[in-house]
């Protein structure tokens, strides 16, 4: 059982740089959400998805943007990344009462 | 809006039992959760409780709700070092909305 998978689990960026974090989930799952936890802060939500094709804003989403192309995968760009991006960022999957399955989250610095 | 509040610390002694609080303030949430998260992991389901239900226990989690006051709360009973994490509430609705706390962290004295 895999569950929600995320890749990279660690990365460095340079500021200006981009990068995408990727999101698979093997549960069938409708919903997908990808958040950020920042010490003493606990979990934003940036972007969500409630289908494939769709996507919307959530708490935090400058800086950030989301595709999701197939109902299992849900993408993060950085187009420039910026120093207050540094964050562990978690990505979820869920259905209609049922609860949320996380990945194990993908630590991101940016110098 | 909707929110959900926690208490940032809890302290207890290995052994006693831990109790950790949780207010919320949408009404309409269907489903209730509690999530652990250990160092350097995701979050992981622990237990949750269904929003017609007063208590609900599996093994050491007890899970207590009063509606009325909107307070959920988490009882883990014998407190062990490998307990120590934080602990999340968060609440549903029976759509794509589900609302965190900020997390309580738990530390366990030896």
């Known amino acids: 059982n895999a569950g929600v998978t995320q890749t990279p689990k660690f990365r460095v960026l340079k500021t200006g740089q981009s990068m995408t974090l990727l999101c698979a989930q093997d549960?069938?799952?409708?919903?997908m959400y990808w958040y950020r936890q920042d010490p003493g802060m606990g979990l934003r939500l940036i972007h969500y998805?409630?289908?494939?094709?769709?996507?919307a804003k959530g708490e935090v989403p400058d800086g950030y943007n989301v595709s999701r192309l197939k109902k299992q995968n849900f993408l993060l760009g950085l187009e420039s990344a910026a120093p207050s991006q540094t964050s562990v960022y978690f990505c979820?999957?869920?259905?209609?009462?049922?609860?949320?399955?996380f990945g194990n989250g993908t630590r991101l610095t940016v110098t | 809006g909707e929110d959900v509040e926690q208490s940032l610390f809890l302290s207890v002694r290995e052994g006693d039992s831990s109790v950790i609080n949780c207010t919320y303030t949408?009404?309409?949430?269907?489903?209730l959760y509690w999530y652990k998260q250990e160092p350097g992991a995701g979050l992981q389901l622990l237990t949750y409780?269904?929003?017609?239900?007063d208590m609900k226990q599996d093994q050491r989690l007890t899970v207590l709700l009063n509606k009325k006051d909107k307070h959920l709360s988490l009882r883990i009973a014998d407190t062990q070092t490998g307990d120590s994490a934080i602990y999340f509430c968060?609440?549903?609705?029976?759509?794509?909305?589900?609302?965190f706390g900020t997390g309580t962290r738990l530390k366990v004295l030896a």
């Open positions: 979820a999957s869920g259905a209609v009462d049922s609860p949320l399955h």
């Open positions: 549960m069938n799952h409708e919903y």
């Open positions: 998805s409630v289908g494939e094709g769709t996507t």
């Open positions: 949408d009404s309409s949430s269907t489903y």
């Open positions: 409780i269904f929003s017609n239900m």
């Open positions: 968060a609440g549903a609705s029976g759509t794509y909305k589900y609302i």
